[in-house]
């Protein structure tokens, strides 16, 4: 059976900070609905029972970002893959703050220096589900993957910017994401 909270209770917090992956979902009023998996260890702080941040890569798009200027509306949802089975979905809005903004500079100290590095996502939690999670699979985690963190080291900031000029200035449905200025 499903429960709401209207704030991160601290049992579940505990189950947060133990995941190695969670999904955001984002739509604005038109166009495609993202749903995007987000990992790599230490990426995710719980600020507080109403507040979330996470540390979002240079990636293939951009359509977070995009969907938060045209419709602050975000799910992220948590799932056990291992021991007691479980899902969390936390509900709420959310902004997105870059380099120039005072927000990214005020949280980055929250976050492992990872290269390519690309915003900030500050998320406020207005509802929590929990459902039973039965049948998710068990799947037994490895180890991280370290292409990403790989291919932002070759590349550079200088690169990196090029990258994000040229594939993450709009979604895949034309909406700006206000990467630049």
Not at 128 to 147: D, L
Not at 166 to 179: A, L, P, Y
Request: charged share 25%; proline share 3%; aromatic share 12%.
């Amino acid at each position: 059976m499903s429960k709401f909270f209207t704030e991160i209770p601290t049992e579940l917090q505990s189950f947060i900070t133990s995941q190695h992956i969670f999904f955001v979902a984002t739509a604005a009023a038109e166009g495609r609905i993202n749903l995007s998996p987000k990992g790599l260890a230490d990426t995710f702080r719980i600020v507080n029972k109403n507040r979330v941040l996470w540390l979002n890569l240079t990636g293939s798009g951009n359509e977070t970002a995009a969907h938060v200027l045209k419709n602050d509306r975000m799910t992220v949802m948590f799932c056990s893959f291992e021991g007691k089975p479980l899902i969390l979905r936390l509900y709420g809005t959310a902004k997105v703050y870059h380099e120039r903004d005072t927000e990214f500079k005020d949280n980055k100290h929250l976050f492992p220096e990872i290269p390519g590095t690309r915003q900030i996502v500050d998320m406020t939690v207005e509802s929590v589900q929990t459902s039973c999670g039965y049948a998710v699979p068990f799947m037994e985690f490895k180890e991280e993957r370290q292409q990403l963190n790989a291919w932002a080291e070759k590349q550079g900031k200088e690169r990196i910017e090029r990258y994000w000029k040229e594939n993450n200035t709009k979604s895949i449905d034309g909406f700006e994401t206000e990467i630049f200025e």
